[in-house]
T-cell receptor, first 111, second 115 residues
Framework: GQQLNQSPQSMFIQEGEDVSMNCTSS?????WLWYKQDPGEGPVLLIALYKAGELTSNGRLTAQFGITRKDSFLNISASIPSDVGIYFCAGQIQGAQKLVFGQGTRLTINP | GAGVSQSPSNKVTEKGKDVELRCDPISGHTALYWYRQSLGQGLEFLIYFQGNSAPDKSGLPSDRFSAERTGGSVSTLTIQRTQQEDSAVYLC?????????????FGSGTRLTVV
């Protein structure tokens, strides 16, 4: 069954706005990853997090590994048109051998 | 190769036909995964290969779906007697470590349309 709850499912924003999305679970995670998928392409890794409380940035993107190890968020500052796409969280549950993925957040930007 | 390569990129098939989708992972990556993504949906896990271990087939939706990985490299996902609900993008990914600590690298997918 679904082990990751990603929200929101979709976002419609104006160019220049900041964006925030998150993933939560009832399970404890050892690793959190954030991916972006452009139309017609496979997901591409944006940020990887390995420790509870870790805050990592990649340009205008910032992600954090929640203190409880059961959640993570991704922020995008000053959005631009090329930020459009689907963002997926993913993580390795403690004791598991493969990643689990969230359902994705579809980001649409109005110019 | 430099990335994960999938072929064909698009496939249109008639209902009831069999199809084979190919994935060529990054050289040296021991783990290989297949996912399915229906229109506008998330990633549905299908099957996972790790080295010489028995594959994790827990995500295959029916016995019409099968996959093999020859020589620890190229993988083929086969769908027999295709149905319209099989229409989706099939994504392959590979990783260096067995559980992908540094994430998976995805291919661009095969878009399957069953008519």
């Amino acid at each position: 069954g679904q082990q990751l709850n990603q929200s929101p499912q979709s976002m419609f924003i104006q160019e220049g706005e900041d964006v925030s999305m998150n993933c939560t679970s009832s399970s404890i995670f050892n690793t959190w990853l954030w991916y972006k998928q452009d139309p017609g392409e496979g997901p591409v890794l944006l940020i990887a997090l390995y420790k509870a409380g870790e805050l990592t940035s990649n340009g205008r993107l910032t992600a954090q590994f929640g203190i409880t190890r059961k959640d993570s968020f991704l922020n995008i500052s000053a959005s631009i048109p090329s930020d459009v796409g689907i963002y997926f969280c993913a993580g390795q549950i403690q004791g598991a051998q493969k990643l689990v993925f969230g359902q994705g957040t579809r980001l649409t930007i109005n110019p | 190769g430099a990335g994960v390569s999938q072929s064909p990129s698009n496939k249109v098939t008639e209902k009831g036909k069999d199809v084979e989708l190919r994935c060529d992972p990054i050289s040296g990556h021991t783990a290989l995964y297949w996912y399915r993504q229906s229109l506008g949906q998330g990633l549905e896990f299908l099957i996972y290969f790790q080295g010489n271990s028995a594959p994790d087939k827990s995500g295959l939706p029916s016995d019409r779906f099968s996959a093999e990985r020859t020589g620890g490299s190229v993988s083929t996902l086969t769908i027999q007697r295709t149905q319209q609900e099989d229409s989706a993008v099939y994504l392959c990914a590979s990783s260096l470590e067995f559980w992908g600590r540094n994430g998976y690298t995805f291919g661009s997918g095969t878009r399957l349309t069953v008519v």
